[in-house]
Structures are given as C-alpha cells and as structure tokens.
C-alpha cells in the first residue's frame, strides 16, 4: 500500500508592544512585569520597548495604569523570504501521529509512505525528521506564492502533490494543524479525486481492498469499513510515535528530500495564495486578558498529608466535584 | 459586487444521547442573534438517522421550518447520506449561510458539504458580523492556538460555510411556539457509498477538552516527571477531569505544548482548578483566574501562587495526592 502524509507549515504571528510616549507616565511597572525584561524607563521618563526584543506576549498590558500599552499583530510572512530561518524539526504531536500511522500501515502491508509536507524551505528539517522515523521519501513542497492559501487553495496545493506522487492508495493528515485549526483541505482533495473522507480516526487497519477505521463520533466511537483510496485525518491518541536514533539518522543522511514549486505542480499564481483563496485574513486583535486576580479569605491549610486529602476531599464534596 | 444581506441562514443540528444536542441549541441562539440583525430566515436541519422528538425539540427552540432527513440507508452510512440530502436543501432553498455546531459531526459534514460546493469555508468560529465598507460577510475566530482573536473575510462564493465554537453563545430555550418539521429524503438517482459504519461502539474513555473541562488539575516543575503527570492523570480521571500544565513541563519535555496553560497557552476556566507544584508567575495565572474555585498544593509556604488559591494545601504534592486518590476511591464505593 502506497501512502502519502501530509505535513503543513502554518505561518505564525508577530507581535510587538509600542507605548504611546504622550500619556506613558514612566511608572515602569511593565518592566517589572515582563519576562523578557525587555521595557526600559528612559530619561525622558517613559517606557521604552524595542519592537525587536519585545517577544509580543502582551502580560504588561494590563498592568500599564495609563493604557498606554497597544500590541500590534500581523502574520508573519518572512519564513519563506530569510535564508537565515532556524531549521524546523517536526513541531506538533500531531505530525508525529499521522507520520506513525502511515509508517505503522505500510509494515504490516508492505508499500511506501511519502512525506508530503508543505512550508517555507527551514520546514525539509522536517520532512527529514519524518524520514529518520522510517517514511521512504521525502517532498517539501515550497514556494512563496503559496503565502495566505485558504483551505481551498491549500487543497488545490496537496491535490496537485498527490497526483503528482501517483499511485497513492492513502493519504494520511493530522486532524488539526499547528494553530490547531481542523486540517479540512484534506475533504476537498478527496472530494476532486473521489476518495472516501473519514476525520477523527482513532484506529487504522487493513483489510481486504479496504482499511478499518475507528472514528471518535462525539465520545463514541464508530467502526467502519472505508473503500480506498481514502483521505483520513487522524487524532492524538491514535498510536504512540517512535523516537529517532542515531542509526536511523545516519541511514537517511545521504537521501535527498525533493522541492517542488509551483510551476513544478502546474499551479497558476490566480489559483493559490490569496488570489485563490475564498477566505481572507483581514485582522488579529489580542484576547483581553486580565492581570491575574489574587483572591483574598482563601485559607491555608497545614497537617499530614493524610489529613489534608482528607480535608481536601470535603471540599470537593461541597463544590460538587465530587 | 456584494451579498445583497444574508436573508436564508440553514442550521444544521445534532443529538446526542440526552436528545436535540447542546451545541445545536447554542447554534439555534446564534441564529437568532442573526435573524434579529439581518432579517435572515432561519432553516433548521437535522441529519440522518435523527430521532422525531429531537426535531419537535428544535421546532419549539425559535427557526422558522426544521427539515428532517428521513431514509433507512442512512443507518448505514450517514456521513455521505446526510451531506447529500443537506446539499439538496441548501441548492433548493438557495441559502447565503449554512452553520454548524463544531462537534464531530459538524465539523466532518462542514468540510464535506463546502469541498462539494467549492465554497469558502471557516472553522470554529465565534461570531459573524458584516463588513462596515463592503457588506461582505467576515467571520470571527479564536487562531493561532486559540489565543488572539481572528477576522476573516468570505469570498462572494455562496454559501458560506462555518462551524461554531462551542459554549460560545447560550443554548436556547424551548418555547410553546412550534413550527412545521418538513421530511426531505435522499435524492432520487441511484447512491454510491465508500463508507459503511459496521459497529458503533460505546463511549472511550476519554479525558475531556482541557478547555472544556470543569476540573483541571494543573502541574509545574515541582510535579518532577513524566511519573508525577501520569499520577495527575489518575486523579483526573477520578473526577472527570483534564490534566494541563505550566511552561517548564514543557520544555522538560514532560507534557506537550498543547497543555501548556498560561498567556502563551490555554485559558481555562472550570468549576475547580487544582494547581499542584506551580510557582504562580503571571504567564500561568492569566490562564485560569478565572476558575471557579482554586486549589494550590505546593509544599513552600512562600509560593506566590498561594495568593490565588481558595483553599491552599501546604505538603508535599507526592505524598498528598496519592492520598487524595486513594481516598476519592473510597468515596466512590460508598456512593
């Protein structure tokens, strides 16, 4: 069986503080406050915070008595654009998931897994990850005008990668990617090709020109018997993912790990990125966020540690919690 | 060019073991919200192989028609046959807007029904509004790990497609006003089904969402391993619970990041919070103040996190817990 997993690069965000110099009072309590000790009080008496080293937490908001504190969001779209971006190995649990999965299947059927990863040119050290695991071949597909691709154009991306891998019975994804968003470009693939769709997989086996699912239904579970090819994206909890080992990392050191472009995909500039995107992100705003509210007449409790789950267990009881 | 408003909203619901499903309630009051601001017709829809009174429950909550699927196929396999019969309806009825609960169901037929009609789609949304300059449709969404607040702005493609976030608007209540329950069926030409359910098997047991969960019991550094979390787990799992934790489990490599409570993580807010072995720094805090009830377990008097708590248990978290489990189970017996 010959399967395809599918890895996605999300773009993160920036973030910066800026002080507004006409009402800042030079209290410096965000200095205090921030992790980073990033603000300084000048002598001009008002707080200064670098945009460079300021890491866009946003925790001195609150605390400033003046508001004079706004945080400014944007995406940032410079991973495909700094040659200099720190290699990224394989963030999110979730890869590690779907790329087991895909590696569990094929040992017991025999085939091939493909990594099909999508992202800035740092993101091959994944898709080199993925091959220490035991994946066969490695694809990053890579190209800035992919930049602000909805679902849809996301879809038009993977689907134009698949075909191209050819002869694919599987293609496996994890359920959420790295902003942990539900990775739905996976059902317009399989839409287009006429592969069967299945989210929320727990259990994957195989079987006789078909797989096995176990879907996780709303806390129930439902088993199925799922036609290939199939598209499936699957959950945390679905295997255990192996470790990687310096022998498996020296198997793969001297493999290649194909790019492809958009022109390599036959992909039109009007068919991804935002030109072919139904959706469009238009702001980010911070959630308003509170400083952190002490509570005074709680009590302290001290004694054997027998009595306090004792008197810790009464608690519960009248909270209801238990 | 720009929608000329949004004048026919479908709904499309859900049950669950206890009847017409929370979250279809809570999606009912969102169409409310928005057929009070626009006018909008409000069409509710529920799926395959759904129970009569569940659609009798909806009647009373507040749309204006509820269509019920209806055809003995969908026992078999409702996820292809229900997206079908809602296609039909949404081309029947020309709908601007069609929304779900983002459960499961809503969130497999979502991207089903959006793939087939090439149509814009956004997930887990919490709120619509429209757009002061152009009167385009924007949705409003939790990104970036749920934690800044996102606007993004709908293509002309119609309809437009978007799941609901849960325990984001209140579920409606039921009135003695009903409206009709229409039958819609599965289209006359011939079915093919790739996916046929075999077993439906009883509920996992399954820790709930960290960020729906009315107990957490929370970790740092002082829980000392990977050991430690799996004895919070235990005590989780005694009260129904989810297990989260602070940055340095994190980086010890103990838990993963997506547990991670705090301003750069999750925000919980559940009935009781249970901190265990946590410092208190703000980057914590600012994540579960909200909680109902604190509990702080920390063996070091002077913890900042103290300050927090509506009980504080001074003593070693190691010793504690265990207790606490073993003495939990005991009142389970005598239940």
New interface residues.
Partial sequence: MNIAVYLKFEE??KAYAEVDVATCVGCGVCAK?C?FNVPLVTKKETAEISPKRCQG???CVPYCKTNSIYMH?SLNTEAYSSDKGDPMGLRY?LDKNAIEAGLVLRDMVGGKVWILAEGPPQFEESVREALVMGADEGILVCDSKFLGS???AS?LILEQAFKKIGDCDLLIAPQRNG????L?S???V???LG??????V?SLKPAEETV?V??????????????LP?ALTVER?INEPRGLSLMAAARVMGKTVSHWSSEELNLDSSQIGEAG???????????P???????KG?????????V??????E???E???? | MSFKGISKIILVAEEDAGGLADISRQLVTAGLKYKAEWGSHIFAFLPADTKRSNAMALAKSGPDVVYQTDNTLMKKHPHEASVVCLIQLIEEINADVVLFGASELGTDMAARAAARLETGLLQEIIDLELDPEDGNLVGVFMGFQDQLICKAKFGLSKPVIATVKPKVFAPATETNDTVGVEKTGLPQESQEFRIEITQRLEPVDDMPDLESAEVVIAGGQGVGGKEGFAMLEDLARLLGGAVGCTLPPVEQGWMDRELMIGSTGKTVRPKVYIGCGIHGDVYHTSGMDESERIVVINDNEKTPFFDFATCGLLGDLHEIIPHLIEKIRDEMRNL
């Fill in positions: 993160d965000y406050v992790p937490c946003g925790v969001y649990p909805d679902h849809v879809s902003h942990g968003e539900p739905s996976v059902a317009w399989a839409e287009r592969m069967s769709y299945i989210p929320f727990k096995l176990q879907q996780n239904w709303g806390g129930k579970l439902l088993e199925m018997s799922v036609s199939a909890g995107s139904h959706i469009r992100l238009k702001s980010i705003q911070a959630l966020r509170s400083k952190g509210k002490k509570r709680g009590d302290m409790l001290k004694g054997s540690p027998e306090l789950a004792q008197t810790l267990v608690r519960l009881k909270w209801g919690a238990l």
